[in-house]
């Protein structure tokens, strides 16, 4: 049985083991861990999926900036891989999106616009940003909801 709960009560060692099923052990060198360093996860947008007490997905959220300019950084959203592409990844997205409220910042993501076009993200306003390490511009993804004025030319990075 499926069950959808808070990350809050995920221990450490399994939700590592799950991020390292999903994006390898080498994960910790991606930019986006260190566009992130030092912050704690938002815990109204971080959830996780358990498979019969396992668990099999799940999806952090983070505070970080651009410029001086309050934004959220979604990701990793991790499915392990005995459960990809049978629908966990949209719930989660899903899950994260309607627990935001109108106060939360625009969210950025790192990830394929193939995939999280369908949730509003798209790398159109983020050309002028610059990473604390390599990226893919087309995977530099924004979600403006609001239409909030943002820095075009900027430096992302942690909330502080
Ligand atoms: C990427 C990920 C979160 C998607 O979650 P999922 O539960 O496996 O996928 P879903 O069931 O929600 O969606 C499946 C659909 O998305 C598509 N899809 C999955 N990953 C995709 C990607 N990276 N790019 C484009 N489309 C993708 C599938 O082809 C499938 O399409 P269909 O419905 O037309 O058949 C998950 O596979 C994962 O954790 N992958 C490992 C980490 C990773 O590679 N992340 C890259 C994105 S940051």
Known sequence: MMLVTSLSGISEDGLNTLL????????????????????????????????????????????????????????????ATHCQNSGLGMQLMQLMLDAATPQDPPMVLIGDPEYYGRFGFSANDTSGWTLPGPWEPRRL????????????????????
Request: net charge negative.
């Open 20 to 79: 390292d099923d999903a994006f390898g052990t080498d994960r910790h060198k991606r930019t986006a861990y260190l566009l992130r360093k030092g912050m704690t996860a938002i815990d109204h947008l971080s959830f996780a999926i358990l498979d019969d007490g396992a668990l099999v997905a799940s999806i952090q959220c983070w505070p970080v900036r651009v410029d001086t300019v309050n934004i959220i950084l979604v990701g990793p959203v991790a499915v």
């Open 141 to 160: 993804l924004l979600r403006n909801a609001a239409m909030l004025e943002l820095p075009v030319q900027a430096m992302l990075g942690p909330a502080d």
